[in-house]
């Protein structure tokens, strides 16, 4: 109870002041001056067209337009803090819950529904390139994109250095059919370019996992056998399947229900667009959990080409030990201290000796490399 009571504090009027009689707002400016604000833009839409102003719009300016007017505004914030957010959330009447959660990130991919807005959460998923796989490239970087939609607003929270939402804007705003559809048709606009940044990773990521299994089943030969590749980079590779694995798979359930369930704030048109997204959220899920399956196989067959590599090591040295072992033998035998040995004393039995000894290991060597012991 204790933390809602906080968070209804950080919502509160009293953290900004709005002048009724000029039609401005004062936000809280605690935060350092010469800091750029979190806005990023801010505009108000009317029947799919953006409206043109002289100057950048505040969120109170543009709500107010659209409360005179009609249409809907669109503001887009990066990293904001709660001074910066309060403001916005006390004007639009956010949850203290969901204002919680865009401010502090980390969240899991959800869709939650509040009294007048929904609250969904995207991962978003970049692919970092490398020249060559090590066992701490970083392969995937994640990022935050948090959406509020209400009957009049739409509010993203961005947080992360990727996924900027500058270029979508500009596409949505080339099609003022589609944009005029209202809030419910950018929610589905960042859904699909989410989803679509997916399926571009997955893509990329199939091949750092092809080029991993090329060197495990392909690599240099000792002797016919593979001697494997370092394990750690495997197991680098999974966990940043995992962490893409983690971005997708708890989004699939409400894109389901955005594209099955009839919600109000939602375009009927518009609800069959996010049967589309996810299909394609499905195929990508299918094909990460395949990722992680194929590399657990990669890495056991890895694992296993190690420890037969090991074998062989242990074959070939047995193997010289067995031939090291005639000439030790003999050698042992007339290193002994005795009178009467056969041919101690006689003119030929060094050579022979040591013609013997060569024999026998020379036929020892040709008997174990017959078998493949050497």
Not at 55 to 84: C, K
Not at 289 to 307: K, M, P, V
């Amino acid at each position: 109870m204790s933390m809602i009571r906080d968070l209804r504090a950080v919502v509160r009027p009293s953290r900004v002041s709005l002048r009724k009689d000029t039609g401005t707002s004062s936000y809280d400016t605690t935060r350092d001056p010469a800091t750029p604000s979190a806005v990023v833009d801010c505009a108000v839409y009317r029947d799919g067209t953006r409206v043109a102003s002289a100057a950048p719009l505040s969120p109170h300016e543009a709500m107010r337009l659209v409360r005179r007017d009609g249409g809907f505004v669109w503001i887009g914030l990066h990293e904001p803090t709660e001074a910066e957010f309060a403001g916005i959330a006390s004007e639009f009447g956010l949850h203290p819950l969901a204002v919680e959660d865009a401010v502090q990130a980390h969240q899991r991919p959800k869709l939650e529904r509040y009294d007048d807005s929904l609250f969904t959460v995207f991962k978003t998923i970049h692919y970092v390139e490398h020249d060559r796989l090590t066992d701490s490239s970083e392969v995937v970087e994640t990022g935050e994109v948090m959406c509020f939609t209400g009957r009049d607003f739409f509010i993203t929270v961005r947080h992360g250095g990727q996924g900027s939402l500058r270029a979508l804007r500009h596409r949505l705003q080339d099609d003022p059919e589609l944009l005029a559809k209202g809030p419910s048709a950018v929610l589905h606009a960042i859904a699909d370019h989410v989803v679509d940044g997916y399926i571009a990773v997955a893509d990329a990521v199939q091949d750092d996992i092809d080029d991993v299994e090329t060197e495990v089943f392909s690599p240099g030969r000792r002797g016919g056998v593979s001697r494997g590749v370092d394990s750690a980079r495997i197991y680098q590779l999974k966990r940043e399947v995992l962490e893409f694995k983690r971005a997708v798979a708890p989004l699939l359930r409400p894109m389901q229900l955005l594209s099955e369930r009839p919600m109000r704030l939602v375009d009927p048109d518009i609800q069959k667009y996010f049967r589309d997204v996810a299909d394609h959220l499905a195929r990508v899920q299918e094909q990460v959990l395949g990722f992680d399956e194929l590399l657990n196989s990669i890495l056991q067959a890895n694992l296993a080409q190690a420890s037969v590599a090991q074998n062989e090591d242990m074959r070939k040295i047995t193997a010289w030990a067995a031939i090291i072992a005639v000439p030790t033998m003999v050698t042992g035998v007339y290193g002994m201290n005795f009178d009467f040995m056969p041919e101690l004393h006689w003119k030929y039995g060094y050579p022979l000796v040591l013609s013997v000894t060569v024999a026998m290991c020379v036929g020892i060597h040709r008997v174990l490399k017959r078998n493949g012991w050497l």
